[in-house]
């Protein structure tokens, strides 16, 4: 993982990162670009809650459409 949150988001794309998650980007402006690229890979880009993504909100994660799911939940009991 790199200290760019729009870079790591672009290893989802590209398939170098399964999974990656922030709590607390920089703004909009951090990822906003790389989240098309992620979404026109085919991957999917949400709230680490599971919800939707909100980009005002500095909460963010991106995986395979497989790995949402587990991911969700073990952030879940992880609390």
């Known amino acids: 993982m790199?200290?760019?949150c729009a870079l790591n988001l672009c290893g989802i794309a590209c398939g170098r990162l399964d999974l990656f998650y922030?709590?607390?980007y920089?703004?909009?402006?951090?990822?906003?670009?790389?989240i098309v690229i992620v979404k026109?890979?085919?991957?999917?880009v949400y709230d680490p809650s599971g919800k939707n993504f909100d980009i005002t909100s500095p909460r963010i994660a991106a995986s395979n459409p497989f790995?949402?799911?587990?991911?969700v939940e073990a952030l879940e009991l992880s609390d």
């Open 26 to 34: 920089g703004g909009p402006w951090d990822v906003a670009a790389s």
């Open 22 to 24: 922030s709590l607390g």
């Open 2 to 4: 790199s200290g760019s």
């Open 40 to 44: 026109e890979a085919g991957g999917l």
């Open 67 to 71: 790995l949402k799911d587990a991911f």
